[in-house]
C-alpha cells in the first residue's frame, strides 16, 4: 500500500477525530432533547394532576360550605322567634332550603364525575343518606313544622352528620392520599349517581316515631 502523503495524513486525522466527537455532539445533542421533552412531559403531567387536584379540592370546601348552610338554616327554623305560621318566613325559608338541597345535588353529581374509580356500596349509601337526610328542612317547613332534632342522637340528626362526616372522609383521603389522581370510570360514575337518587334510600329506618309519612315525605 503506497504511503499517505501529508495532506492526506492530515485529512485522515481531522476526520478520524472530528467523527467521534460529531457523534458525541450528536448522541448529546439526542439526550439533551429528550430530557427537555421528558422535564416538559413531567410538567404537564404534574400541572394536569394540581389542576385536577384543585377542582376535587373544591367539591370537599362546598361540602364543607352545604354543612355550615344546612346548620344555620336549622338554627333559624327552630328558634322561637321564628315563625313558621307567617307565609312570607315560611316561603322565605323554603327557597333557602330548597338552593341548600339543590347544592347537595350539585356536589353529589360532582363526587360521582371527578372520584369514581370503581363502583362502592358504602359511598353510593352515603350519598343516599345525605340527599334524603337534608329533604327533611324542606319537608319540615313546608307543612309548618320545626326540625326535630330535640337531642343529639335523635335519628334524622345523626343521620345527617354521619353522611356528611363519611363523605368529607372520603374526598380528603382521595385528595391527599395520593399525588396522581384516580382516572375516573364512567360506568361506576353513572352507577353511582343512579343509586344515590334513587328512592330506595327514602325510608331507611330515621325520623321520629310521631312523624307520620304525610308530614315526612311531601
Same mark, same amino acid.
Given at each position: 500500500?503506497?504511503?499517505?502523503?501529508?495532506?492526506?495524513?492530515?485529512?485522515? !486525522? #481531522? /476526520?478520524?477525530?472530528?467523527?467521534?466527537?460529531?457523534?458525541?455532539?450528536?448522541?448529546?445533542?439526542?439526550?439533551?432533547?429528550?430530557? $427537555?421533552?421528558?422535564?416538559?412531559?413531567?410538567?404537564?403531567?404534574?400541572?394536569?394532576?394540581?389542576? #385536577?387536584?384543585?377542582?376535587?379540592?373544591?367539591?370537599? #370546601?362546598?361540602?364543607?360550605?352545604?354543612?355550615?348552610?344546612?346548620?344555620?338554616?336549622?338554627?333559624?327554623?327552630?328558634?322561637?322567634?321564628?315563625?313558621?305560621?307567617?307565609?312570607?318566613?315560611?316561603?322565605?325559608?323554603?327557597?333557602?332550603?330548597? $338552593? &341548600?338541597?339543590?347544592?347537595?345535588?350539585?356536589?353529589?353529581?360532582? /363526587?360521582?364525575?371527578?372520584?369514581?374509580? $370503581?363502583?362502592? +356500596?358504602?359511598?353510593?349509601?352515603?350519598?343516599?343518606?345525605?340527599?334524603?337526610? #337534608?329533604?327533611?328542612?324542606?319537608?319540615?317547613?313546608?307543612?309548618?313544622?320545626?326540625?326535630?332534632? !330535640?337531642?343529639?342522637?335523635?335519628?334524622?340528626?345523626?343521620?345527617?352528620? !354521619? &353522611?356528611?362526616?363519611?363523605? &368529607?372522609?372520603?374526598?380528603? !383521603?382521595?385528595?391527599?392520599?395520593?399525588?396522581? *389522581?384516580? *382516572?375516573?370510570?364512567? +360506568?361506576?360514575?353513572?352507577?353511582? /349517581?343512579? +343509586?344515590?337518587?334513587?328512592?330506595?334510600? $327514602?325510608?331507611?329506618?330515621?325520623? +321520629? &316515631?310521631?312523624?307520620?309519612?304525610?308530614?315526612?315525605?311531601?
Amino acid at each position: 500500500m503506497a504511503d499517505l502523503t501529508f495532506t492526506q495524513e492530515l485529512i485522515k !486525522t #481531522v /476526520i478520524g477525530g472530528a467523527v467521534p466527537i460529531a457523534i458525541a455532539t450528536l448522541g448529546g445533542q439526542w439526550l439533551l432533547n429528550r430530557y $427537555e421533552l421528558d422535564k416538559k412531559r413531567r410538567e404537564s403531567r404534574l400541572e394536569f394532576s394540581r389542576f #385536577v387536584r384543585e377542582r376535587q379540592y373544591e367539591s370537599l #370546601v362546598q361540602l364543607y360550605q352545604l354543612f355550615g348552610r344546612f346548620m344555620s338554616l336549622y338554627r333559624l327554623i327552630n328558634a322561637q322567634s321564628t315563625d313558621l305560621s307567617n307565609a312570607e318566613v315560611q316561603k322565605s325559608l323554603l327557597r333557602q332550603c330548597a $338552593e &341548600a338541597e339543590a347544592g347537595v345535588d350539585a356536589v353529589i353529581l360532582r /363526587i360521582a364525575s371527578k372520584f369514581t374509580n $370503581e363502583y362502592q +356500596d358504602s359511598l353510593s349509601q352515603s350519598l343516599g343518606n345525605l340527599r334524603q337526610s #337534608v329533604q327533611i328542612w324542606r319537608e319540615r317547613v313546608s307543612t309548618g313544622n320545626r326540625l326535630p332534632f !330535640t337531642y343529639s342522637s335523635q335519628q334524622d340528626y345523626v343521620r345527617f352528620k !354521619t &353522611a356528611f362526616a363519611q363523605i &368529607a372522609t372520603y374526598l380528603s !383521603t382521595n385528595i391527599f392520599g395520593s399525588l396522581e *389522581p384516580l *382516572p375516573v370510570r364512567f +360506568d361506576a360514575a353513572q352507577k353511582l /349517581i343512579l +343509586d344515590a337518587f334513587s328512592n330506595k334510600w $327514602e325510608r331507611h329506618g330515621y325520623h +321520629d &316515631a310521631n312523624d307520620s309519612p304525610e308530614d315526612l315525605y311531601q
